[in-house]
């Protein structure tokens, strides 16, 4: 029998996710952060699953958004256009590697040992507190397309990105904020981000879904049906998100995220420490 109230859980769950995986204030914290206050019934297997996979509902979202821009085989693209889609998935797969080749040396290890509290509100201060300081900083971006960036920008952009394997540091914030350090302009920052995600968040759903059937595990029809619903409204909410973010970025800066990860981590570590 569907319990009602956990498929509830989970559409929350899933606006948690579609809001927090694409700014910069990290969906991984959130959604530790949201299981410790409101726990799913499911086998602790299924989660360690759970929190990866329905994240692949928001990279659907910029699939969708950006297909045409990502799409090398459009026949209404020129010859020109078509190389230029193909080097941006260049730079793409090059941005990626080096946080696909940790992530399968580590992740056992990163799961043990830094999945608490504790790492979470550390990371959410600390690039809160970076955010602030590079948007105060005067600088002027040299980068404003993403056909601008060269791949030893792209490579160094990937190596940024390693950063979000803690948790609580967010991937796109991490991206983000290394792409400003090297001159991109906060739009094709936030682009560059996105697009960073397909691969990175397929190869992670594949490699979590892997080590759990490989143990042996499987779903319960309550279960499936959690991750269905996780995963239709993280994509569903990632759409308004993304649409919105990029409308923002272009008049704003980011410090208000660093504010509110600042903020968001002193709660967590008071709330923890006096609960």
């Known amino acids: 029998m569907i319990d009602i109230v956990e498929l509830l859980k989970a559409v929350f769950y899933g606006i948690v996710e579609g809001i927090t995986e694409w700014l910069p204030v990290s969906s991984t914290g959130h959604l530790i952060l949201l299981e410790e206050l409101m726990p799913l019934d499911v086998s602790e297997e299924f989660w360690s699953m759970f929190e990866v996979v329905i994240q692949l509902g928001a990279i659907l979202a910029v699939i969708v958004l950006y297909f045409h821009r990502l799409n ?7 010859v020109k256009e078509k190389q ?13 590697l080096p946080a696909g080749v940790l992530g399968l040396l580590l992740d056992n290890w990163l799961d043990e ?16 507190v970076a955010f602030l300081l ?5 600088r002027r971006p040299v980068i404003r397309t993403t056909g601008q960036i060269t791949w030893s920008t792209a490579l160094i952009i990937g190596l940024f990105q390693c950063l979000a394997m803690i948790p609580g540091t967010s991937r796109s914030g991490a991206t983000i904020l290394g792409a ?10 936030a682009e560059f981000s996105f697009f960073l995600a397909i691969p990175t968040m ?9 080590k759990f059937l490989a143990g042996g595990n499987s779903m319960t029809a309550n279960e499936g049906m959690i991750l269905v619903v996780g995963f239709v409204v993280a994509c569903l909410v990632s759409l308004a998100v993304i649409r919105s973010l990029m409308r923002y970025v272009q008049k704003h800066s980011f410090a208000v995220f660093g504010l509110y990860r ?13 609960r």
């Open 202 to 210: 397929l190869a992670a759903s594949l490699l979590k879904i892997v």
């Open 113 to 128: 040992h830094l999945y608490n509290y504790v790492t979470v509100a550390v990371t959410l201060i600390l690039y809160g």
């Open 180 to 189: 400003m350090l090297l001159g991109l302009s906060r739009p094709v920052a």
């Open 84 to 96: 230029g889609t193909w080097d941006l998935w260049g730079k793409v797969i090059v941005a990626v």
């Open 72 to 78: 090398p085989f459009s026949p209404t693209k020129s």
């Open 134 to 138: 590079v948007e105060r900083s005067p």
């Open 262 to 274: 600042i903020v968001l981590g002193a709660v967590v570590l008071l709330y923890f420490l006096l």
